[in-house]
């Protein structure tokens, strides 16, 4: 496992996403984690998450929104400058976030360029199947990767009625389609959120590209999470597809309040935190 060329050293994007292309070639699967600030960033890299997602679920886990609809290009800029100064070995894929690129492939294009430019992501992650395969198209021609999402695509939650599995019964040949129109418009791996297992793993054979599934089972190429779900940090409901894998929630409410009453009983800061 510590052979895999995935978790080398700091070559260039177009050798690691080669190196994702072949780990599907060979049956290897990855783990993909979002990231949103500097230290976090860090701390999955030195885990050997290979790549790592700036998500617009920020507007969520970071931001305080109730959507990532809110979500701006600054905010994802800011987001992805912090990750980025942290990070050498993963590749750092940002979302293009709600209206930054659905206007056309000249929208998307100036959108991932700032991003790239400006934020130092390496890749960029856009929603959406037929609908944006023009802008892939442009941005791959361009010589920017791009990471497809499609099944479950945020963005759209108010246009897909809710929180809703995609692709059952007669919506497994749309999603399918969707599919095939990234991997043919130049994308180098496409997300599927909340696809039936079955299908999911369906789309993942089909498919040249690495699959990556969020709530799509097993079968898929790759799997991401949001951290902070993983991590136990979010203190409310989470989506049914989460493992809490820590549970970060406990342990820093302890912590605070056990500097809370060191404070208050004048405990802290002790001799060894105070110069004479
Ligand atoms: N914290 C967090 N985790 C995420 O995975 C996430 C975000 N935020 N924000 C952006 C999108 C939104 N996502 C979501 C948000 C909610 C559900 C959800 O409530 N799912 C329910 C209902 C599923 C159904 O009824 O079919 C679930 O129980 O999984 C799923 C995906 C995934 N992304
Ligand atoms: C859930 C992942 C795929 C995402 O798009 C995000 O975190 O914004
Ligand atoms: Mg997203």
Redesign the pocket.
Known sequence: MTESVLYGGTSSARVRIHHLQQAKERGEKWAML?AYDTYSAAIFEEAGIPVM?V???AGNVVLGHTS?VQVTVEDMLLLTKAVTRSTTRALIVA?LPFGSYESGPQQAFETAVRLMKEGGAQAV?LEGGVRVAPQIKLLHDSGIPVMA?VGFT?QSEHALGGFRVQGRGAGAEQLLADARAVQEAGAFAV?L?MVPAAIAAEVTKELSIPTVG?GAGVDCDAQ?L?WPDMAGLNGGRVPKFVKKYADLRAELLRAAQEFAGEVRGGVFPGPEHSFD
């Open positions: 979002t997602l998500g617009d679920s990532t979302d992650k999402h945020p997300v959120e969020i991401v949001v």
